[in-house]
């Protein structure tokens, strides 16, 4: 019985003349267990990409970066990964709490490599927990239950050039989200950052907001 197919994905093998080679990738490259090798992938990486599912059955695909070994792996089996202030959508966050079903993929654009993994994740505030990790709202703790490395065809090779100035770290304080100095938004912003917007230099546009992002702007 295949962990990957189902009878959707069968009917196009079929039509393509490809469950033998379906088969014989499953049966390679397909595992249950994170052995040392991809142990090592995933805490090397300092984003990867979350897929998440609704109560309603829709997707999204979330962009989750980090420092360095920001995921880690727990055992052969399970992963913990923080997550961290966003736009207070909590989108992945909520979708896990209405469907556990998640899948990732971490990618190095300079190799290039890529790892694809589905689990069952929960979410929790447990003290232990959030003290891993520097300014965590919540921690994900997933079990993974199958975990693939794809082959590198298709993708473009890309350098790294420097970190997010937002990644948390340790003894260092980390700089409001600039996008909450937005004059339009102070009114729905929290008492703290409110507070924060006054310590760094007060509101601005949404029109020098945007001009930044667009220009590429690291300030942004």
Known sequence: MSHL???QHRALQDRFASRPMADRIEQ???KTEIGPEEKAFIESRDFFFLTTVDGEGRPTVSYKGGASGFVRVIDDQHIMFPSYDGNGMYLSMGNITAHPQVGF???DFER???LRAQGIAEITDAPEC???FDEAELVVRV???ELWMNCPRYIHRYQ???SSRYVPQPGVETPLCEWK???GIQDVLRPTEVEQVAKSGGTIGIDEWIGRVVTGDENA
């Open 105 to 107: 993929l971490f990618i």
């Open 130 to 132: 959030l003290d891993a």
């Open 160 to 162: 790294r050039v420097k």
């Open 143 to 145: 079990k993974l239950t």
């Open 5 to 7: 197919y189902q009878p």
């Open 28 to 30: 390679i490259a397909l």
């Open 181 to 183: 100095r937005i004059d």
């Open 112 to 114: 290039p490599f890529r």
